[in-house]
């Protein structure tokens, strides 16, 4: 297996806090990983972590084979590991198109970008709301179309491997569903990280599916994780 | 000589100042979640250096670029070598560093030029303008024009350039704007420079007006800070708040007496805080 994104026995937490220990995991380019875990288990801190927003205190971060461990979060985003991060994080006084218009940074730090506007008419054809909220404030904007916003947000950074922390965090079940479906259609493009804590959401979605058990990676049936 | 006309002269002047502080003040507290209270120092060092060099022989023009320069590097060094080593540290504590370094910052002028007020020749000399019984330098119409000039300028870059939203993308969430590739300590060393460099502006065109010592720093800061949490904190109301400010400090001065100034304004600025004390934290905002 050709792994996009490789995670070799990592720690990581806040300060001498340790939060996950000796994670391993590989996402194929194809691929959608699904994370369950309860709350507290450490699955936030380690998607941050993998993103760069932490750092690890020990083990790699592979992505493309490259390594960026020690690599700042802004350039690991312009290399392509995107995170939709929990809560969403919408800039609240920038304008929906100014929320995406921030992702230009990868402009010049990636081959073949075809222009803006097109790569933005893109993503509004996949959320015409977006489209129609264009220069509303971000913070004026519905959960539901947050997090619409979030998700494309990071699709413009043309990633190579996509994470989602917690995606249906306060949905309605039918937003959740168009979301399950939205989701679906983006698999295949570019390795996916899912965490979820709605089971159901993730069996539909994953190819496999790992468990955070306090702060360890380990197999759905509780099994040690012998991954990649 | 009619005083009313006067005090807008001079309230005009001095507004502008308070304006090109308290920009500085604002883009450094929003991005880099610090207040700085060694901001008005690089009007201080700009005022002192230029004084130095000018005296030294310099022409007028190199002397002023060099302590330009000089306030430059003093604002973008304090940020790389003496806080964001420290961005951990809790935020009052920072404070008191930045303090610190204003203590620092006069000690050396001291030092360098002695205790007593200097000064440097005007840029745009001129018999002054008069009208409606008051006169005004060709100085200070400078320093009016170029104050809400390029304040309205900083405004402008924020809201419609792609540099300026990453720097308000970054002071309002640094975590989002760095997940977005946006490269969030390159967004607060410009914030720190633009500060840096309207400090030295304001120097450069109010010093030749006034004089400088080595304890202009602190009175400046004091007064863009003022200036700045009357708007709330706003890289655009500053332009108003600023202005506002110089026009009342002036006709105190007027109408009252100079010596009145500083009681007044250290009133208006204990009225402020208690205001403004819900909307400005010093220390609760995340700085991650
Ligand atoms: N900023 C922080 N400083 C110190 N400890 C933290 C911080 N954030 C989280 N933690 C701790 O790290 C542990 C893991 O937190 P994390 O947010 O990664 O869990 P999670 O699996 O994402 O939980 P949830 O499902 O509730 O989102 C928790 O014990 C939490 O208290
Ligand atoms: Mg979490």
Redesign the pocket.
Same mark, same amino acid.
């Given at each position: 297996m050709t792994a996009v994104l490789q995670v070799e026995a990592l720690d990581g937490?806040?300060?001498k806090?340790t939060?996950f220990r000796g994670v391993s995991l590989a996402v194929a380019r194809d691929q959608t990983l699904g994370l369950l875990?309860?709350? !507290?288990?450490?699955?936030?801190?380690?998607l941050k972590t993998i993103a760069g927003a932490l750092p690890s205190t020990k083990g790699r971060v592979l992505l493309d084979g490259r390594d960026v461990t020690r690599m700042p979060a802004y350039l690991r985003a312009r290399a392509g590991i995107g995170l939709v991060p929990?809560g969403r994080h919408i800039l609240a006084t920038l304008s929906v198109r100014d929320n995406l218009a921030l992702t230009r940074a990868i402009e010049g730090h990636r081959p073949d970008l075809p222009p803006f506007e097109h790569r933005v008419a893109e993503v509004y054809a996949m959320f015409p709301r977006l489209a129609e909220r264009a220069s509303q404030l971000g913070g004026s904007l519905s959960g539901g179309e947050q997090q619409m916003l979030a998700i494309a947000r990071a699709l413009l950074l043309k990633p190579r491997v996509l994470m989602l922390?917690?995606p249906t965090q306060g949905l309605a079940p039918i937003i959740v569903q168009s979301l399950a479906v939205t989701l679906a259609g983006l698999k295949g493009r570019f390795a996916m990280i899912v965490?979820e804590?709605n089971k159901a959401f993730l069996e539909q979605l994953a190819d496999r599916i790992l468990q955070?058990r306090s !702060?360890t990676l380990v197999a759905a049936d509780g099994r040690p994780a012998t991954d990649n | 000589m009619n005083l009313f006309t006067q005090s807008v002269i001079s309230g005009l002047m001095t507004g502008a100042v308070y304006t090109f502080l308290g920009i500085g003040l604002v883009l450094v507290y929003r991005t880099a979640r610090i207040l700085n209270l060694a901001h008005g120092e690089t009007f201080a060092i700009t005022g002192v250096a230029a004084a130095l060099l000018a005296g030294a022989g310099l022409p007028l023009g190199a002397a002023l670029g060099l302590a330009i320069l000089i306030s430059l590097a003093f604002a973008t060094g304090l940020h790389r070598f003496v806080l964001r080593p420290r961005a951990e540290w809790p935020a009052g504590t920072l404070i008191l560093i930045t303090l610190g370094a204003a203590f620092v910052v006069r000690g050396v002028l001291i030092l360098l030029a002695g205790t007593d007020p200097l000064s440097f020749p005007v840029m745009f000399e001129g018999p002054p303008v008069r009208f409606a019984g008051g006169a005004m330098p060709l100085q200070g119409i400078a320093l009016v024009v170029l104050g809400f000039g390029v304040s309205a300028g900083v405004g402008i870059f924020l809201a419609a350039t792609r540099a300026g939203k990453q720097l308000l993308a970054a002071a309002e969430n640094p975590y989002a704007a760095e997940l977005l590739g946006v490269n969030v300590e390159r967004a607060r060393i410009t914030a720190y420079a633009i500060g840096g460099l309207l400090g030295a502006l304001a120097g450069v065109l109010l010093i030749p007006l006034i004089a400088v010592d080595f304890q202009s720093g602190l009175a400046m800061t004091l007064r863009g800070f003022i200036a700045a949490a009357i708007s709330g904190m706003s890289p655009v109301g500053v332009l108003f708040s600023g202005l506002g400010l110089g026009l009342f400090e002036a006709m105190v001065g007027a109408y009252l007496g100079a010596l009145y100034q500083d009681p007044v304004m250290f009133c208006v600025l204990i009225l402020v805080a208690l205001w403004q004390s819900r909307n400005i934290r010093f220390g609760g905002s995340r700085r991650a």
């Amino acid at each position: 297996m050709t792994a996009v994104l490789q995670v070799e026995a990592l720690d990581g937490g806040y300060g001498k806090l340790t939060v996950f220990r000796g994670v391993s995991l590989a996402v194929a380019r194809d691929q959608t990983l699904g994370l369950l875990g309860a709350n !507290g288990a450490g699955k936030t801190t380690l998607l941050k972590t993998i993103a760069g927003a932490l750092p690890s205190t020990k083990g790699r971060v592979l992505l493309d084979g490259r390594d960026v461990t020690r690599m700042p979060a802004y350039l690991r985003a312009r290399a392509g590991i995107g995170l939709v991060p929990e809560g969403r994080h919408i800039l609240a006084t920038l304008s929906v198109r100014d929320n995406l218009a921030l992702t230009r940074a990868i402009e010049g730090h990636r081959p073949d970008l075809p222009p803006f506007e097109h790569r933005v008419a893109e993503v509004y054809a996949m959320f015409p709301r977006l489209a129609e909220r264009a220069s509303q404030l971000g913070g004026s904007l519905s959960g539901g179309e947050q997090q619409m916003l979030a998700i494309a947000r990071a699709l413009l950074l043309k990633p190579r491997v996509l994470m989602l922390d917690e995606p249906t965090q306060g949905l309605a079940p039918i937003i959740v569903q168009s979301l399950a479906v939205t989701l679906a259609g983006l698999k295949g493009r570019f390795a996916m990280i899912v965490v979820e804590q709605n089971k159901a959401f993730l069996e539909q979605l994953a190819d496999r599916i790992l468990q955070v058990r306090s !702060g360890t990676l380990v197999a759905a049936d509780g099994r040690p994780a012998t991954d990649n | 000589m009619n005083l009313f006309t006067q005090s807008v002269i001079s309230g005009l002047m001095t507004g502008a100042v308070y304006t090109f502080l308290g920009i500085g003040l604002v883009l450094v507290y929003r991005t880099a979640r610090i207040l700085n209270l060694a901001h008005g120092e690089t009007f201080a060092i700009t005022g002192v250096a230029a004084a130095l060099l000018a005296g030294a022989g310099l022409p007028l023009g190199a002397a002023l670029g060099l302590a330009i320069l000089i306030s430059l590097a003093f604002a973008t060094g304090l940020h790389r070598f003496v806080l964001r080593p420290r961005a951990e540290w809790p935020a009052g504590t920072l404070i008191l560093i930045t303090l610190g370094a204003a203590f620092v910052v006069r000690g050396v002028l001291i030092l360098l030029a002695g205790t007593d007020p200097l000064s440097f020749p005007v840029m745009f000399e001129g018999p002054p303008v008069r009208f409606a019984g008051g006169a005004m330098p060709l100085q200070g119409i400078a320093l009016v024009v170029l104050g809400f000039g390029v304040s309205a300028g900083v405004g402008i870059f924020l809201a419609a350039t792609r540099a300026g939203k990453q720097l308000l993308a970054a002071a309002e969430n640094p975590y989002a704007a760095e997940l977005l590739g946006v490269n969030v300590e390159r967004a607060r060393i410009t914030a720190y420079a633009i500060g840096g460099l309207l400090g030295a502006l304001a120097g450069v065109l109010l010093i030749p007006l006034i004089a400088v010592d080595f304890q202009s720093g602190l009175a400046m800061t004091l007064r863009g800070f003022i200036a700045a949490a009357i708007s709330g904190m706003s890289p655009v109301g500053v332009l108003f708040s600023g202005l506002g400010l110089g026009l009342f400090e002036a006709m105190v001065g007027a109408y009252l007496g100079a010596l009145y100034q500083d009681p007044v304004m250290f009133c208006v600025l204990i009225l402020v805080a208690l205001w403004q004390s819900r909307n400005i934290r010093f220390g609760g905002s995340r700085r991650a």
